[in-house]
C-alpha cells in the first residue's frame, strides 16, 4: 500500500514538475518582449542582419564573458560581475542602449564560446578570446576590434633556475584545456624538438593548485595571466616565480559576434573603438560632457553637432561610453596593473607613444 | 518474593580494552599503530578545522555559494521558497505521519507518530551544514539583506506550522497531500515567477483532485460520470487558469538561478522526473511487445554506453540545432533534460534488477486471483521489486545529485562552480584553495548522507509493514 503511495505521490510531483519545466519554456516564449525578440532575432539574423534592432527592442546586451579570469572577468562576493573585458560588455550596452548597466551575462567555458554566439545565446563574445584564422573562418564568428594584444609565455618557480624554453626538456608543463595556449604549446615545442608532457587542466582553480604542489614545472598560459598569477602567488607568500622574456605566440584578444551581421558589428566595434578614440583626444569620463572647445572632429565624436555616420548608434553614443565606463586608457586602469602588468611600453599602448591602439578617424 | 536474575559481572574499561582492542597479538599490534595514527589525523583535521584554515574565501562568499549570480534585489524570491518549501515540508511530514497512524490503527498496531523534531535529529548531517553556515554568516557582519538567524528561525515556525496538518481529520487526508504539492509548485514558482504559462502544474494538481472527488456515484452511466468529471475539470482550470492571468507577474527563469539552489534544483527535478521514466522503461524492456522491448533496450543499452559528460556537450552542440528554428532552450533546460534521460536509464536497469528477482508465482498468484496485469504490476510486482531496490536506487540519487557537479563544465554556475570563480577574485587568487573545497565538500555530503539516512529509514519501513 504505502509504496503505491510512494508512487502515486512521485507520478503526480513528476507531472507537476514536468508541467513546471513546459511552464518555464511556455514563460520564455510568451515573456514580454524581452525573451521573444530575441527568440525572433535569431532566425532574423540568420536572414539577413537584424541584432541591432533585436537588442535595441530587448533593452538589453547579452554578453558572454569569462567568470573566473583575474582582471579580466571577475564576479564579486556580492554576485556582480567586473573586469576589462566585462567593461567593454558594459561599452557595447552604453554605446547601444545608453546605459552600461544593461547587460546580462552569460559565463562561458572555452568550450562551449563559440557553440553560444552560433546558437543566438548570446549577442557578443567578450571572453579572452585569440583571433585566429581557422576561428574566424570555421566558427561562424566575426573578430572585431583586437582591446587587449597578449602573448603566451612560460612561469617556473625562480628555484629551478630555468630561463629559457630548452630547459624545459622533459618537464611536465601545466595548461588549460580546449585554449589556443594548449595548440601553441604543442606547436612550438614540437617545432623546436623540445620533449615535454602536457598535464590539461580544466580551469586555473585546479591547475595554481597543482603548479604549487609541484605537479608541473612551469605553467604555460597568456602573459597576462602569468603575471597576475605571479604576483598573487608571491603575494600569498609562496615561492618566488619567474616569467621567462621568450613570449611564444600572438595573442589578439577582442569581441567577437556571429557571422551574418554587419550592422550589429559595426556598432560593436565603433563602440569598443570610441574609448581608444577618446583617449587619443584626451577626453576621459571627467571631462567629455564638459568639452567646450571646437576640434570639428571632437563635435563629431560627441555628437553635439548631431553627426550621425550612419552605424545605428545614437549620436552622444561616445560621451554615454567614456562617462559611463570611461575611455580605454581609464577601463585598463582600473584592471590591468593590479594583475601586475603596465600599459607603458605595451602593445597595448596608444600609437603616439609606441603601441598598436590605433583606430579608424570618426568622421 | 521475587528472584532478580543475577547481575551480569561488571565489565571494566580494562575488560573492554582488553576483549576488543588487544584480544590477541596482532590485534594488539594493529591497535598499537592505528590508534596513534588516528590520534595524528583528528589532530591534523581539528588543526585545519580551527587554527590553520583561511575561511575568510567562503566566509566572505557564503551568499555567493548559496545563490551564485543570481540578482541580489530578487533575493526576497530565494527567502520566500524557504519558507514556502518548509511549509510544504511540515504538511507533507504530518499528513504522512498521521496516515500512518492511521494504518496502524486500522492493523490495531501501536504506532508512535513523527515529529519535526525527529525527522531533523535523522537529518542531522543536513543540521550540521546549516549550522556551519549560520556560524560563518554570524562572524560576518549581519547587514544583509536579511539574517540568516532569521531565515532558519522562520523555516522552522513554517515547518511547525504546516505540520499541524496532521490534525486534519481522516477523511480530508487527502487535503494535506494536495496542499503539500500546491506549496512545491508555489515556492518554485515564488522564484520562477507567476507569469500567465504557470497554471498547468497547479490546474493538473486540482484536476487530479477534483477527478477523485467529484460526488458522480450516483449516476450509473459511466459516460455520464466520466463527463461530469471532465466538465469539473475544465471548471477548475479555467478558475486556475483565470488567476494565473490576474496575477501575471515575470520571476527569474531558472536560466538565471545558480550556485547551491540551483545544484538543488536541478538534482531535484531530474530525480523527480527520471523516476516514473525508468520505471516505464524497465516494464517496456520487459514487455511482450517486442518492438517496445527493442526501443527500449537500444536506449537504455546507449545511454548507459555513453559517459554523461559526452551526453552533456551533445545536449548544448547538437540539441540547439535539431530543434526548429526559433525554439529557445536554456542550457539549464537542455542539462536538465540530459540528465534525467541519463538517470532514467540507470534506474530502468536497477527495476528491472527488482522485477527479475521476484519470484514468477507471484505474478500467478495474482492470475489465479482473476486479477487484470495492470493491478497485478501495481499492487503485487511493483510494490516488492521496489522496495528489493531501494538501496540501489537512492544510490542513483545521489550519484545524480553529485554529477550535477558536471554542469560547471558546460558553463553553468553550480554548487562546485562557484570555486572556480571565488578563486579568481582579487583577494582569494592564491589562497584557500582546500578551504572551500572542503566547504563544498560538506555540502554536498550533508545533502548525500540526508538522503542515505532517509533510504534506510523508508527500506526499514517498508520491510516491517509488508
Known amino acids: 500500500m504505502k509504496i503505491i503511495k510512494l508512487l502515486a505521490a512521485m507520478t503526480a510531483l513528476m507531472l507537476i514538475l514536468a508541467a513546471c519545466t513546459s511552464d518555464d519554456d511556455g514563460a520564455t516564449a510568451t515573456d514580454d518582449d524581452g525573451a521573444a525578440d530575441t527568440t525572433e532575432a535569431v532566425d532574423l539574423v540568420q536572414g539577413g542582419g537584424e541584432r541591432l534592432a533585436a537588442v535595441i527592442a530587448a533593452d538589453v546586451v547579452v554578453c558572454g564573458v569569462n567568470d573566473g579570469l583575474p582582471g579580466f572577468g571577475v564576479v564579486g562576493a556580492d554576485g556582480t560581475y567586473s573586469g576589462f573585458d566585462v567593461d567593454f560588455c558594459r561599452v557595447v550596452a552604453a554605446g547601444v542602449l545608453g546605459d552600461a548597466d544593461k547587460v546580462e551575462y552569460k559565463p562561458l567555458t572555452a568550450d562551449v564560446r563559440f557553440t553560444a554566439l552560433q546558437s543566438g545565446d548570446i549577442d557578443v563574445l567578450i571572453r579572452n578570446t585569440t583571433w585566429t584564422a581557422t576561428r574566424d573562418g570555421q566558427e561562424g564568428a566575426t573578430f572585431l576590434f583586437t ?140 571631462n567629455i560632457g564638459s568639452y567646450s572647445g571646437d576640434n570639428p572632429n571632437i563635435l563629431n565624436f560627441i555628437g553635439t553637432d548631431n553627426f550621425d555616420p550612419g552605424l545605428g548608434l545614437p549620436s552622444d553614443f561616445a560621451v554615454q561610453i567614456v562617462t559611463q565606463v570611461g575611455n580605454y586608457k581609464e577601463i585598463f586602469d582600473a584592471h590591468i596593473p593590479a594583475i601586475g602588468l603596465s600599459l607603458e611600453g605595451s602593445p597595448n599602448n596608444i600609437w603616439t607613444d609606441g603601441g598598436l591602439m590605433y583606430v579608424p578617424p570618426y568622421r | 518474593m521475587t528472584t532478580t536474575a543475577p547481575a551480569p559481572p561488571r565489565q571494566t574499561r580494562m575488560d573492554w580494552a582488553r576483549k576488543n582492542l588487544f584480544r590477541s597479538w596482532w590485534s594488539g599490534l594493529i591497535t598499537v599503530i592505528l590508534v596513534p595514527l588516528i590520534v595524528y589525523l583528528a589532530y591534523l583535521s581539528l588543526r585545519f578545522f580551527f587554527v590553520t584554515g583561511q575561511w575568510d574565501a567562503v566566509r566572505v562568499n557564503l551568499t555567493l555559494f548559496m545563490q551564485g549570480t543570481f540578482p541580489r534585489d530578487e533575493q526576497w524570491r530565494l527567502i520566500s521558497q524557504i519558507m514556502i518549501f518548509a511549509l510544504a515540508f511540515g504538511i507533507g511530514l504530518g499528513t504522512n505521519s498521521a496516515a500512518s497512524q492511521d494504518r496502524a490503527e486500522d492493523a490495531g498496531l501501536d504506532y508512535e507518530r513523527g515529529s519535526i523534531a525527529g525527522t531533523l535529529a535523522r537529518m542531522w548531517s543536513l543540521v550540521a551544514f546549516i549550522s556551519l553556515l549560520l556560524f560563518f554568516a554570524s562572524t560576518d557582519d549581519l547587514g ?144 511482450t511487445l517486442p518492438a517496445l522491448r527493442m526501443m527500449a533496450t537500444v536506449y537504455i543499452e546507449v545511454i548507459r554506453g555513453v559517459p554523461l559528460i559526452t551526453l552533456l556537450f551533445m545536449g548544448q552542440f547538437i540539441l540547439g540545432f535539431l530543434l526548429p528554428q526559433g525554439t529557445v532552450l536554456s542550457a539549464i533546460t537542455r542539462a536538465i533534460a540530459v540528465m534525467t534521460l541519463f538517470s532514467a536509464a540507470y534506474i530502468a536497469e536497477i527495476v528491472r534488477g527488482g522485477l527479475q528477482a521476484l519470484d514468477k508465482g507471484q505474478n500467478e498468484a495474482g492470475q489465479a486471483l482473476g486479477m487484470a496485469p495492470p493491478p497485478i504490476m501495481r499492487r503485487i510486482i511493483l510494490p516488492q521489486a521496489l522496495t528489493a531496490v531501494i538501496p540501489a536506487m537512492v544510490g542513483q540519487f545521489i550519484s545524480l545529485f553529485k554529477d550535477s557537479s558536471l554542469l560547471s563544465i558546460i558553463a553553468i554556475l553550480e554548487f562546485l562552480g562557484v570555486r572556480k570563480i571565488i578563486h579568481a577574485q582579487p583577494d582569494f587568487r592564491s589562497v584557500a584553495f582546500a578551504e572551500t573545497l572542503v566547504f563544498v565538500a560538506i555540502g554536498y555530503w550533508a545533502f548525500a548522507f540526508a538522503m542515505s539516512r532517509e533510504s534506510q529509514r523508508l527500506e526499514r519501513r517498508l520491510r516491517v509493514t509488508r
Open chain 2, 144 to 287: 544583509n539583506f536579511i539574517n540568516p538567524f532569521l531565515v532558519v528561525g522562520g523555516g522552522l515556525v513554517m515547518a511547525a506550522i504546516g505540520y499541524q496538518a496532521h490534525r486534519f481529520p481522516r477523511r480530508i487526508r487527502r487535503v494535506g497531500w494536495l496542499l503539500t504539492a500546491t506549496f512545491l509548485v508555489l515556492g518554485f514558482q515564488v522564484v520562477s515567477g507567476f507569469d500567465a504559462g504557470g497554471w498547468l502544474p497547479l490546474s493538473i494538481i486540482f484536476g487530479g483532485a477534483v477527478y477523485g472527488a467529484v460526488p458522480v456515484d450516483r449516476f450509473d452511466s459511466a459516460w455520464l460520470r466520466f463527463a461530469l468529471r471532465l466538465v469539473a475539470i475544465a471548471v477548475v482550470v479555467l478558475i486556475v487558469q483565470a488567476v494565473y492571468r490576474a496575477v501575471d507577474s515575470p520571476g527569474i527563469g531558472w536560466d538565471k538561478w545558480s550556485g547551491l539552489h540551483l545544484t538543488l534544483m536541478v538534482s531535484a527535478i531530474a530525480i523527480v522526473l527520471a523516476f516514473p521514466l525508468g520505471l516505464l522503461l524497465a516494464l517496456a524492456r520487459r514487455s
Open chain 1, 147 to 286: 582591446v587587449f594584444y597578449d602573448g603566451q609565455g612560460m612561469m617556473v618557480p625562480a628555484s629551478t633556475g630555468f630561463t629559457t624554453l630548452e630547459d624545459l626538456a622533459d618537464a611536465n608543463i601545466c595548461v588549460l584545456s580546449g585554449t589556443t595556449t594548449e595548440l601553441n604549446l604543442t606547436a612550438v615545442f614540437g617545432a623546436r624538438g623540445i620533449p615535454f608532457t602536457g598535464v590539461v587542466f580544466e580551469d586555473n582553480s585546479l591547475l595554481q593548485p597543482a603548479y604549487e604542489a609541484g605537479q608541473c614545472e612551469a605553467w604555460t598560459s597568456d602573459a597576462s595571466q602569468l603575471a597576475a598569477f605571479k604576483s598573487s602567488i608571491e603575494g600569498a607568500g609562496g615561492e618566488d616565480q619567474f616569467i621567462m622574456a621568450e613570449i611564444i605566440s600572438k595573442e589578439p584578444l577582442g569581441p567577437v559576434v556571429s557571422d551574418g551581421d554587419t550592422e550589429w558589428a559595426q556598432a560593436v566595434e565603433w563602440s569598443v573603438m570610441a574609448t581608444v578614440q577618446a583617449w587619443e583626444f584626451g577626453l576621459d569620463s571627467g
